[in-house]
């Protein structure tokens, strides 16, 4: 609105409920600042609150009030101006000036843009609803589909708990049939064996080559399974938590040496060789149960036999790193593919690769070892390539540090 001269006069479009969508006059620029959304009453001195909204209110009840004296605050006094106001359906113009006079003129300019000015004001109006329209709608889908998303989720993890108890509680039955069957089946394969190796003594002069044959059959045959039986019994004991480790101070040097003497027998009879030796300065001492570290060495040269060839040399060695002890065991055979790598320290695995001489493997020695190992804080590793041979490594923490076991543990002083 143009004015030759500026005049105090105000001029609001506000909505039913008294916020100020736009302000529409304000010669004096004394509301430049004021950001739209605020409502009615902060356009007004502190003074005239009360007033102001007895004001509004009358306007929304009457549909149009005149000669109401509010005041305005400025920068050093309160301006006392005449206020008038329409309700149009759901919007209010309230519009104050110095005199009434003023105040109708203004109000008649206001009117007067009701050509493209006040088209543009309404479509300007409806527009704005219509995205808060939409912008509600939107929040209000997005709540509903997060609540739906949450509710499913919800369930899901309801069905996992459930699903994880009753795998827990098979799994409970497993290693409880597991280790029943081991027991029931050891003594009566240990008697079989026991009675072979009887009859074999008292028959040594009356059997012919295939009776000879025949009972070491029964006794290849008894000792695979006696392994198995035991292999099935840690695993079981392993799986349910109720492995113990007995804890004392271990020469690992001297299980070493021992089962590597052990493991010659065998191995000669493949041509092959084994070799140790110790790498630095000992002592090699760690803490352990020395009956599963004997395990552990036992387990991984016998591997290690069996997938040599003839003429080749398992070499094993002991060396000391620092706080660790590093066990090697290093075969010539076949090698390991990387996708049997893999799964190798999987229960029930086995590598593509046969042992070399058609011997046997229950598949759960090494995944055995790994835990019997991780128990005494250590780690094992695996090296290998087709056709390169395997390198299996342990690592075990030197010393008289007690290793932080998940199993059950009893220090052996």
């Not at 929304?60 to 106001?85: P, R």
Request: hydrophobic share 40%; proline share 3%.
């Amino acid at each position: 609105m143009n004015r030759s001269n500026q005049r105090d006069v105000i001029a609001l479009l506000c909505d039913d409920k008294g916020f100020v969508r736009e302000v529409l006059a304000d010669e004096r620029n004394r509301f430049e600042n004021v950001p739209a959304g605020l409502p009615f009453t902060a356009f007004v001195h502190p003074t005239s609150l009360t007033k102001a909204r007895n004001f509004f209110k009358e306007i929304q009840e009457k549909g149009i009030v005149l000669d109401w004296e509010l005041g305005v605050a400025t920068t050093n006094k309160v301006t006392i101006l005449q206020f008038t106001g329409v309700r149009h359906e759901r919007q209010t113009i309230i519009v104050g000036a110095e005199d009434s006079n003023s105040v109708m003129e203004l109000y008649e300019e206001i009117l007067s843009m009701h050509g493209d000015q006040i088209t543009l004001l309404r479509s300007e109006v409806k527009r704005r609803k219509e995205l808060a329209d939409e912008l509600h709608l939107m929040n209000l889908q997005g709540y509903e589909e997060v609540t739906r998303l949450n509710n499913e989720l919800v369930t899901m993890q309801r069905d996992l708990v459930k699903k994880t108890r009753e795998l827990e509680a098979l799994n409970q039955q497993k290693n409880l049939f597991l280790g029943i069957a081991a027991h029931d089946l050891r003594n009566p394969i240990g008697n079989i064996l026991n009675l072979s190796q009887l009859l074999q003594g008292d028959l040594r002069d009356k059997l012919n080559d295939d009776s000879a044959l025949y009972f070491q059959l029964i006794d290849s045959s008894c000792g695979f399974l006696l392994q198995l039986i035991s292999d099935l019994l840690d695993f079981s004991q392993i799986e349910s938590g109720k492995l113990t480790l007995e804890l004392e101070t271990v020469d690992l040097e001297a299980v070493v040496s021992q089962q590597t003497s052990f493991a010659r027998t065998t191995a000669q009879t493949k041509g092959v060789g084994v070799s140790f030796t110790t790498l630095g300065e000992g002592p090699f001492i760690t803490q352990g149960d020395r009956g599963r570290l004997t395990q552990v060495v036992d387990n991984l040269i016998s591997n290690a036999v069996k997938f040599s060839n003839a003429q080749t040399l398992v070499e094993v060695s002991l060396a000391r790193k620092e706080k660790n002890l590093l066990l090697t065991v290093q075969d010539h055979g076949p090698g390991i593919s990387p996708e049997d790598q893999v799964k190798l320290f999987q229960p029930f695995a086995k590598a593509s690769s046969r042992p070399t001489a058609g011997e046997r493997s229950t598949g759960l020695g090494l995944s055995i070892v790994k835990r019997i190992v991780d128990a005494h804080g250590g780690e094992i590793r695996l090296e290998s390539s087709p056709g390169q041979g395997t390198a299996l490594r342990v690592c075990l923490p030197v010393g008289d540090t007690v290793p932080s076991s998940t199993f059950t543990t009893t220090r052996m002083d």
